[in-house]
């Protein structure tokens, strides 16, 4: 019986809530109405918004509303461009490396590591991005050249950095499996096919970096562990005794500064 009345109970509470709830949607329903019409009586202007495609009495709107609908469908895929076509792979994967290997679980953060790796690609690919500056784009926006003729001239530093970056046997890997005739030369290489074999070269690269940075700090992890083992201190886990030698390690060789500096110098 007392299972039978708290349900009715409950039925009958949420009856009520759906009644309060209906009449403050009609009363607001019923405010908002009567505040509209008394704008439109007092003569208060309000927004509207229109969309809608209209006849062009220029081909020249024709050609910017193409541009800028361009321009959105290029924006889509640029993380993707950013991520695969510059050093942020490889930054991204020796420091996440470099953080296993300090054991020191979520320092720095994701974000710290994306935001520096983001920062020195851009360092890294300033050459290049001023080349496509000065070779293509300026001169599509003072009209000189076409379009197409702006993404070839933009495509060459692309190309070449990528070409400096990729191993010969990752592009022979993806020009033999694209079934493509044999190219006599580098510009005869699609972009299709220098992209997935530039990943390629650069996750390689990456974890050979990755490795050597975990040996260092492995031999001091080991050197802990058999000490703690030689003391009878099995209980104790062995990071927590190595960690601080490895970050003091770390900080006395200014480690920072060594992997930053190489990793730059390894894309010039």
């Known amino acids: 019986m007392n299972k039978r009345k708290a349900a009715v109970k409950l039925i ?9 709830i209906l009449f403050c949607t009609v009363v607001s329903v019923v405010l908002l109405l009567s505040a509209v019409n008394g704008a439109s ?12 495609v209209e ?22 895929p640029a993380p993707a461009i950013l991520i695969m076509m510059t050093p942020f792979t490889r930054l991204a994967i020796v420091f996440s490396f470099l953080r296993q290997a300090l054991g020191t679980q979520q320092t720095p953060s994701n974000q710290i590591i994306a935001g520096l790796s983001l920062f020195l690609t851009f360092f890294i690919m300033m050459p290049q991005w001023q080349e496509i500056n000065n070779n293509a784009l300026q001169p599509y926006l003072e009209k000189k050249i076409s379009q197409e003729t702006a993404l070839k001239e933009a495509a060459i530093p692309i190309r070449k ?7 010969e046997k990752d592009l022979a890997i993806f020009v033999k499996m694209s079934k493509a005739e044999k190219p006599k030369s580098p510009e005869d290489i699609s972009m299709t096919t220098l992209i997935p074999a530039f990943v390629i070269s650069e996750l390689k690269t990456a974890f050979i970096i990755g490795f050597v940075l975990f040996v260092p700090f492995l031999i001091i992890d080991m050197v802990v562990a058999s000490v703690l083992l030689s003391m009878g201190m099995m209980m104790l886990p062995p990071i927590l005794i190595s960690l601080p030698f490895k970050l003091m390690l770390f900080v006395l060789v200014d480690g920072w500064n060594l992997i930053v500096g190489s990793m730059i110098k390894s894309f010039i």
Request: glycine share 6%; aromatic share 6%.
């Open 12 to 20: 009958r509470s949420r009856k009520k809530n759906l009644k309060n």
């Open 41 to 52: 009586a007092a003569g208060i202007a309000l927004p509207s918004l229109r969309i809608g």
């Open 55 to 76: 006849s062009g009495d220029n081909p020249e709107q024709v050609s910017v509303l193409m541009q800028i609908l361009f321009l959105l469908t290029v924006l889509s």
């Open 161 to 167: 950095f990528m070409f400096k970056q990729t191993r």
